[in-house]
């Protein structure tokens, strides 16, 4: 069975920066994306990061976010930069996706399509 483990959360200053790493238990051939949720709101996606290394953004933080993934570690990154209060989310990692176009295709638009999860980090962001 496949474990995601969110880690890197903190408090920032507006106008800084975060690193969020997700360790997942073991090699698959899934791709991953990063959610959040605002206290008392959904989720709602964040990044997804395909198979073959594509990546995918939510118009919100695009430019400031950047999703990533080291396989040799079995870790997937969420770089976020000039970070805003409206930020301030727990964060989730997820594993999923949608076979097409010969590889597994992870939006954060479609969170239906992800089966694992971690527990989340959270993210506070103060001014």
């Known amino acids: 069975q496949l474990h995601l483990a969110e880690s890197g959360g903190g408090s920032v200053e507006a106008g800084g920066s975060l690193t969020l790493s997700c360790k997942v238990s073991?090699?698959?051939?899934?791709?991953y994306g990063w959610f959040r949720r605002i206290q008392g709101k959904d989720k709602d996606g964040v990044a997804g990061?395909?198979?073959?290394?594509?990546?995918s953004y939510v118009d919100s933080v695009k430019g400031r976010f950047t999703i990533s993934q080291d396989t040799a570690k079995n870790t997937v990154y969420l770089q976020m930069n000039n970070l805003k209060s409206d930020d301030s989310a727990m964060y989730y990692c997820?594993?999923?996706?949608?076979?097409?176009?010969?590889?597994?295709?992870?939006?954060?638009?479609?969170?239906?399509?992800?089966?694992?999860w971690g527990k989340g980090t959270l993210v506070t962001i103060f001014s």
């Open positions: 990061i395909d198979s073959d290394g594509s990546t």
């Open positions: 073991k090699p698959n051939r899934y791709c």
């Open positions: 997820a594993s999923g996706g949608r076979w097409e176009g010969g590889k597994f295709h992870c939006s954060p638009h479609r969170i239906w399509e992800f089966g694992t």
